[in-house]
């Protein structure tokens, strides 16, 4: 289901939501409800449940690797490593994300035989690893 909401994000909008609310409403306020109405409402229930539960860890988890990373390319941008990675300490900026984003750039600069470039890398990882625990 996670795969499904992050393919069809765009299309989970307030429409989309206003679209099933109705149809909740249709079955619940039938005169007449046959069991497969009831199931029906328990279906729309749930699915509804679901997609909002997991849009919402959707966006967070897309709000978290944008911030990864931002805080990434601060920290192999700058001029002077050490003193960024402090002021990311103290607003508390360096996370697993950031780490997990730095490996698999690592990853994929030695796939593509980019030595140098690991390199560099391996070394902001190495300076990161110094400020937070994994």
Same mark, same amino acid.
């Given at each position: 289901m996670d795969f499904e909401i992050a393919r069809l994000r765009p299309r989970l909008t307030k429409d989309f939501f206003e679209c099933i609310q109705i149809e909740l409403a249709k079955l619940r306020f039938s005169v007449s409800r046959t069991k497969e109405m009831e199931d029906r409402l328990i279906e729309f229930e749930a699915l509804e449940k679901v997609l909002l539960e997991g849009i919402e860890a959707y966006d967070k988890m897309e709000g978290? +690797?944008? +911030?990864?990373?931002?805080r990434l390319l601060k920290i192999l941008q700058s001029k002077d490593r050490n003193s960024t990675l402090l002021d990311m300490v103290e607003r508390n900026e360096l996370t697993r994300s950031v780490l997990a984003l730095l490996d698999e750039n690592i990853a994929d600069a030695l796939k593509s035989e980019q030595r140098e470039a690991a390199v560099f890398m391996e070394g902001a990882r190495a300076a990161i690893l110094k400020y937070i625990t994994v």
């Open positions: 978290d +690797l944008v +911030l990864a990373k931002e």
